[in-house]
């Protein structure tokens, strides 16, 4: 066993600044070297590294694990930075935190408060758990310098997280996520991390709870910049029946609430999943982009046959969609919800909304290319990111600094994640919610079902079908396999990709009009597009498969686009076990 390991792990098991029961945690574990060389290794290989997000891992006790030392590490990374940036500006400073479901998650939170009030950083603490969009929000509403939410989204239950937020509310983007990073990796000694408990930082007036004010101002500003024909919702609103799954996380209080106030009043919650619980019990993984998270709530909305079911992660930031079409679920991937979206946006003209000029939307380069035929066909422009919303919120800043004539419309992943505004610089489960529910009750009212909605989006601009694979590959194992499949498919020898003809091959870590991340896209003669790219958040590879078809009647499109997409795929599993 390498013996730096054993070093590492000595010394978090002797010093003073852990707890007692924390050091001999580890103590317990060096007694048996041989027995517990794996657990020692993940924990204690390296530091729990900062990336550009912030933290996740699994949760424990050790340097590579998340607990509250790291999360005070990490927060005062953050203070330093804010006071480097802030300090002399003569403002008070302060920062937002909020927390999801997950175990740990509210302890974490208040252990980031104390640090913040012990550099003279004013904590304002979410009085209970909070969805990553109103933490966001909250941000901007407190016109505070930073922000963190304590969550590992949709990560099963061992993990947990820290997502660091900049004074614009979106998430750390270059130059100041590198400052950050720097700053974390440059605490070495533990006597430099500041803290005080949250009590004291309570007494000493620099840390309190929210109120329901800016609860109450994110509602209004849905209400305002997310629905687009109000009358539609408050007469019409009960004739859509929907089915909602909070996945045990925080979106049970405000999707709830959003939806009675727009006048959704047939809004069920299965009550096995409303009540939170960092264990997840009723799902192996609390991802709304599962069909099996969403069982429940599906075999609920068939048996009493309701029109939707909605499904959120745990912090309630992706939007899962299963319809009710002619009595069998049709699950919506995230590519068509945000393509329902989008078209019931710019077609649809209400008497209370009009599209703004030079109309702007936003999506990573992995998002349906749907996206652009419909908002080009209407008048807009689409501009691509990086995967992840940070890119499109840093995107949106870049535009409003610049005075840009674009205004700012929609943003979206095809990960189940979807910003219809700017109010709040992250994805956005609540706002979309209330947005899927005016889409679904719009063409419901025309006698058509969400499915029914896309073939006629089909039928306008051609048939358009993506697909992902995602390779999980765990532990130092898991991170040497992955490495070993960009380099391979970095280095691609052939011409022709499971029967296409390469045009181009795209390697992002050269940055290429983007900033480098490391992703490969290969376009083919056809147009048809593969794009590879390994997660940031999570131990696994995700290849998107891109396909349209434009020819034959819109049976044959779908056939043919089924048949093409799975070859890709087939040739792509193929290389992986070889890597």
Known sequence: MDQKIIENAKLWGSDPYFSEADRSEISKLLENVSANEMDLTERFYRDLEFGTGGLRAPMGMGQNRMNK?????????????????????GQPLSAVISYDSRNNSKSFALEAAGVFAANG??????????????????????????????????????YNGFKAFWNDGAQVVPPMDKEIIDAYNGLTNWGHVKHMSFEEAQ??????????????????????????????????????????????GTGQVPCTEIAHRLGFTKFYSIPEQALPDGNFITVK??????????????????????????????????????????????????????????????????????????PLVLKSIVTSPIQNAIVEHFGGEVMDTLTGFKWMAAKIQELEVAKSPYNFVFASEESFGYMPHAESRDKDGVSSVALMSEVALYFKKQGKDLSEALDEIYEKFGFFFETLVSNDYEGIPGTQKISRIMEYFRHYPESNFAGEEIVSKEDYEKGINLPKSNVLSFTFKSGNRLFLRPSGTEPKIKFYVMVRETQGDLATKKINALEKVKVIEDKVKELCEKA
Do not use: W
């Not at 969805?131 to 061992?158: E, F």
């Open 121 to 158: 950083i004013k904590a304002y603490v979410f009085n209970a758990l909070t969805p990553t969009p109103m933490l966001s929000y909250g941000v901007r509403y407190y016109k505070a310098q930073g922000g963190i939410m304590i969550t590992a989204s949709h990560n099963p239950p061992i």
């Open 69 to 89: 030392y790291n999360v005070r590490r990490a927060t005062q990374a953050m203070s330093n930075t804010i006071l480097k940036h802030f300090g002399k500006s």
């Open 203 to 248: 007494a000493k007036g620099l840390a309190l709870y929210t109120d329901e004010k800016v609860d109450e101002a994110f509602y209004k500003v849905i209400e305002a910049k997310v629905i687009q024909d109000m009358d539609l919702c408050k007469k019409s609103g009960s004739e859509l029946s929907i089915v909602y799954t909070a996945l045990h």
């Open 285 to 358: 993984s609390p991802n709304p982009e599962d069909p099996k998270a969403l069982a429940l709530a599906v075999d609920y909305m068939i048996k009493n046959n309701a029109d939707i079911v909605y499904g959120t992660d745990p912090d309630c930031d992706r939007l899962g969609v299963v319809i009710n079409h002619h009595g069998k679920p049709f699950y919506l991937n995230g590519n068509q919800i945000g393509a329902l979206m989008l078209y019931y946006i710019f077609s649809t003209k209400t008497k209370n909304k009009t599209l703004p000029s030079k």
